[in-house]
């Protein structure tokens, strides 16, 4: 027989569709962000789909969340960069 499961990123979409109501009930200047963290989710959608979670927003969050550490540690690079980049440029006055 057929597959009774749907594929990850089927049931990622329905997922998403089903959050459409939050999205509209939101503030219009945060749709962009709303849309943001889904696509954060749709990046791992191999991932997600190897996981096999019987909850999806299991899978949606965890994805949303690396893409966010991510974007973090690469802010704390930025950082770091800048302060070296700084102290540096103290040491010459």
């Known amino acids: 027989m057929g597959r009774t ?4 990123r089927i049931a ?3 997922e998403i569709a089903l959050w459409q109501p939050f999205r509209k009930a939101i503030r219009i ?3 962009p962000t709303f849309d943001s963290l889904m696509s954060k989710a ?3 959608s191999d991932a997600g789909m190897l996981a096999n979670r019987p909850v999806i927003l299991d899978t949606v969050f965890m ?3 690396l ?3 991510k974007e973090i540690d ?10 070296r ?7 010459l006055e």
Do not use: C, M, N, W
């Open 12 to 14: 990622l979409e329905q």
């Open 42 to 44: 749709r990046v791992h």
């Open 5 to 8: 499961v749907p594929s990850f």
């Open 67 to 69: 893409e966010q550490q």
């Open 63 to 65: 994805a949303i969340l």
């Open 85 to 91: 980049k700084s102290q540096v440029g103290e040491g």
């Open 29 to 31: 200047k945060d749709r």
């Open 74 to 83: 690469h802010l704390k690079e930025q950082l770091e960069h800048l302060k």
